[in-house]
């Protein structure tokens, strides 16, 4: 059954780089037919969509973060990550990564989802 | 596009009908999905193309579409139906949450 779990520090400076990775449990980060997110959460509020990325490498990102976000994949350690850029306190957050389901034409929607990890931004 | 939901919140009585809405400014076609997260828990997908349900999810839910408006309906509110429930565009990034509906019991 398929896991994943997110990992990197739950601490970060204000104008630094927030840096996460998750790692799949099963081999369908190989597949093209799966696509892999990255969304948050700021305790109590709703959710926000940061960013997808094929098991190519193709990404897609939410406009509204102004060019800070890049994403990445390691299909040789069934990972990838997430790296935020000149961050401050309102991108403390929860921060889930999770996998798109088996997308054939359009990128399915977010099946499976890590547990999430909160990530405070603060000097 | 952008994604609204209302009501932000509601509350009901066990076995009540309960109906909630999202909105898209622009066509989505099908491609809208809603997820349920329950109190500290992780969203859970519970329906794609804005009237399947997922594997396991109890068919007391169900979708729906109308042009650009989506509702769901949970036919006989259960008690560990209490949480949030959120829809999301998934037509072409970025792919856009609503607010959310938080349901109480």
């Known amino acids: 059954q398929l896991h994943l779990q997110e990992s990197g520090p739950g601490l970060v400076k204000p104008s630094e780089t927030l840096s996460l990775t998750c790692t799949v449990t099963?081999?369908?980060?190989?597949?093209?037919?799966?696509?892999w997110g990255w969304i948050r959460q700021p305790p109590g509020k709703g959710l926000e969509w940061i960013g997808t990325?094929?098991?190519?490498?193709?990404?897609y990102y939410n406009p509204s973060l102004d060019g800070r976000v890049t994403m990445a994949v390691d299909t040789s350690q069934n990972q990838f990550s997430l790296h935020l850029k000149s961050v401050t306190a309102t991108d403390t957050s929860f921060y889930y990564c999770?996998?798109?389901?088996?997308?054939?034409?359009?990128?399915?929607?977010?099946?499976?989802w890590g547990q999430g990890i909160l990530v405070n931004v603060s000097s | 596009i952008e994604m609204t939901q209302s009501p932000s919140s509601l509350s009901a009585s066990v076995g009540d009908r309960v109906t909630f809405t999202c909105r898209a400014n622009?066509?989505?076609?099908?491609?809208l999905a809603w997820y349920q997260q329950k109190p500290g828990k992780v969203p859970k997908l519970l329906i794609s193309?804005?009237?399947t349900l997922q594997a396991g999810v109890p068919s007391r839910f169900s979708g729906r579409r109308s042009g650009t408006d989506f509702t769901l309906t949970i036919s006989s509110l259960q008690p560990e139906d209490v949480g949030t429930y959120y829809c999301?565009?998934?037509?072409?990034?970025?792919?856009?949450f609503g607010p959310g509906t938080k349901v109480h019991i």
């Open positions: 999770a996998r798109h389901g088996r997308s054939l034409g359009v990128i399915a929607p977010l099946d499976s």
């Open positions: 099963d081999d369908s980060i190989l597949s093209r037919d799966y696509f």
């Open positions: 990325i094929s098991s190519s490498g193709t990404t």
């Open positions: 622009q066509g989505i076609r099908d491609y």
């Open positions: 193309g804005a009237s």
């Open positions: 999301q565009r998934y037509d072409n990034a970025p792919f856009t």
